[in-house]
C-alpha cells in the first residue's frame, strides 16, 4: 500500500481536582515519501506529539500542585510554622 500523508493526534485529560480538567491535544502531519518507513514516521509523530502535550500541561500541573501542598501547609497548627517553612 503507498501512503502520501501520514497523521497522528494524541489528547490528554489531566485531573486538577475541584471537578476541573484540563484536556489538551496535539495532531501533527508528515508527508511520506517513496521509499519511506510510514510506521516509523508515524511512531516518530506519535512521540512528538506525546512530548508537546506533556510540555503544555507541565506549567499547569505544577501551579495545581503547588495549591494542592499550600492548602495542606494551611492546615499546619500556627504554632508548628516558623519562617523557614515560608
Given at each position: 500500500?503507498?501512503?502520501?500523508?501520514?497523521?497522528v493526534?494524541?489528547?490528554?485529560?489531566?485531573?486538577?481536582?475541584?471537578?476541573?480538567?484540563?484536556?489538551?491535544?496535539?495532531?501533527?502531519?508528515?508527508?511520506?515519501?517513496?521509499?519511506?518507513?510510514?510506521?516509523?514516521?508515524?511512531?516518530?509523530?506519535?512521540?512528538?506529539?506525546?512530548?508537546?502535550?506533556?510540555?503544555?500541561?507541565?506549567?499547569?500541573?505544577?501551579?495545581?500542585?503547588?495549591?494542592?501542598?499550600?492548602?495542606?501547609?494551611?492546615?499546619?497548627?500556627?504554632?508548628?510554622?516558623?519562617?523557614?517553612?515560608?
Open positions: 500500500m503507498k501512503f502520501t500523508t501520514v497523521s493526534s494524541y489528547s490528554r485529560k489531566f485531573n486538577l481536582g475541584n471537578f476541573e480538567s484540563l484536556d489538551l491535544g496535539c495532531s501533527l502531519w508528515a508527508q511520506v515519501e517513496d521509499g519511506e518507513d510510514a510506521d516509523g514516521i508515524t511512531q516518530f509523530l506519535y512521540l512528538q506529539a506525546k512530548t508537546s502535550v506533556k510540555l503544555a500541561a507541565m506549567p499547569v500541573l505544577k501551579a495545581s500542585e503547588f495549591q494542592i501542598n499550600k492548602a495542606k501547609s494551611s492546615k499546619k497548627v500556627s504554632g508548628d510554622i516558623n519562617e523557614s517553612d515560608w
